[in-house]
């Protein structure tokens, strides 16, 4: 059963560009959650999503963030018009179908804003 | 008060000793509590994790102590291994939801 993946690892990109980010969950796995983190510091929650649907997205920033999980395909963060600061490990994980409330992650996307 | 507070920031121990790694929360609607481990450049690992109505709960050589009157809940690492070295971070959720609210991050050292 493969593991939480994620993709790119790593995207650079300039100032003002747009960033997505894609995270294919485990198997029987419906429930998906991004976690952003900076350098030297804890994971900070993102949103919670399942199929097509946007359960809890308390965490993201009002303005240039969104994030989908469509009925097919895998989930996506989208960060436009991208700025320094939002530089940083971007994580998701995901939980099995059922009452579970165990998050298991994949290995993360690095972005770099130059 | 969704904050959940991790200390120490970090800890080196020889091996075979036993790190303890502390986290303490003010919210009492917090009602799950998983224990990760990262290691550099990769996602975390779920190594363990306890509800309120237990006081301990062990996993191999991981163990998570709970106390509810304090609201702290404690992770120890027993016969700790060179291998054990990584980041350690403690995370909450509140009843109904299932965003974790993430400590700080304990680096953890074994020497050899």
């Known amino acids: 059963n493969a593991g939480v993946m994620q993709n790119p690892r790593h995207l650079v990109r300039r100032r003002g560009q747009e960033a997505r980010l894609r995270c294919s969950p485990m198997k029987g796995h419906s429930h998906v959650y991004w976690y952003r983190q900076l350098p030297e510091e804890g994971l900070k929650f993102m949103v919670y999503l399942q199929k097509e649907n946007i359960i809890d997205e308390s965490g993201m920033p009002k303005e240039r963030f969104s994030a989908e999980f469509p009925k097919e395909g895998p989930s996506i963060l989208r960060i436009q018009q991208v700025v320094r600061g939002d530089s940083a490990a971007y994580f998701c994980?995901?939980?099995?179908?059922?009452?579970?409330?165990?998050?298991?992650f994949g290995p993360g996307t690095r972005l770099t804003v130059t | 008060q969704q904050q959940v507070k991790q200390s120490p920031q970090s800890l080196i121990v020889q091996k075979g000793g036993i790190p303890i790694i502390n986290c303490a929360y003010e919210n009492t609607a917090f009602d799950y509590f998983p224990w990760y481990q990262q290691f550099p450049g990769k996602g975390p690992a779920l190594l363990i994790a306890i509800r309120p109505d237990v006081s301990e709960k062990k996993e191999g050589r991981f163990t998570i102590s709970f106390n509810k009157s304090a609201k702290q809940f404690s992770l120890h690492i027993m016969d700790s291994q060179p291998g054990d070295s990584a980041t350690y971070f403690c995370?909450?959720?509140?009843?109904?939801?299932?965003?974790?609210?993430f400590g700080s991050g304990t680096r953890l050292q074994v020497q050899p």
């Open positions: 994980a995901s939980s099995p179908d059922g009452g579970s409330y165990e998050q298991y």
């Open positions: 995370a909450a959720s509140i009843s109904g939801r299932r965003a974790l609210t």
